[in-house]
């Protein structure tokens, strides 16, 4: 199950990266929770339910016209899935642009998104795994 599910992250993130909240939803859980990190996180903001995710994806969207996240590294830790690689962002406003490591950690249960937890930096995500560098 765990290949299923390293697959099923790399779509949700190529969902991100197409800015395709619908898409990226179908992968999820009904009650699947999105805590961002850095430039989409507001005021320690959790997402709660496929609906506020999409919205809550829309909005950072919105903020940024460009938003892509670059795989370096996928690690398969069974129920879970931490994506190590860049995050790429450019205001729209401002043109300000960002390119920063960046580390997702996926929980998924039957195959689904249940938890999605963003960390500015690769060491923190390894840490929120029990891993180290």
Known sequence: ????????????????????????TEYAAPEVEW?????????????RGREQVAAGLRSVWEAWDVVSFEESEIRDLDETVLWLGRLKLRGAASHVELDQEFAVRFVLREGKLLTVQAFTGWRQGLGAVGLSE
């Open 35 to 47: 805590m961002p990190a850095g430039p989409a996180a507001v005021e320690g903001s959790v997402y």
């Open 1 to 24: 199950m765990s290949e299923e599910n390293v697959g099923r992250v790399r779509a949700a993130v190529e969902a991100w990266n197409s800015r395709d909240a619908e898409l990226w």
